[in-house]
């Protein structure tokens, strides 16, 4: 009975957790976010894979 809320960052969804102030809501975050926003870790290294990584692409363009 999980109702999942989209949101711009992981870190941001921390802060809303903690603003709200509700036990019933968690976020997917860093654990430095939880420790920002005083909140408890409940489980470590939640992921689909054991290898599991995230990969980033940083794009630009020539100034013109």
């Known amino acids: 009975h999980i109702q999942p809320v989209v949101v711009f ?3 941001g969804a ?3 957790v903690a ?3 509700d036990i019933t ?3 997917v975050a ?3 976010a939880a420790e920002v926003y005083g909140l408890q ?3 470590n290294d939640l992921q689909d894979f054991s290898d599991n990584r995230t990969r980033f ?3 630009s363009a020539p100034k013109a």
Do not use: K
């Open 9 to 11: 960052d992981t870190a």
């Open 14 to 16: 921390a802060r809303d």
């Open 25 to 27: 809501r968690a976020a």
């Open 41 to 43: 870790i409940l489980r």
């Open 30 to 32: 860093p654990a430095r």
């Open 57 to 59: 692409v940083l794009l």
């Open 19 to 21: 603003e709200a102030g």
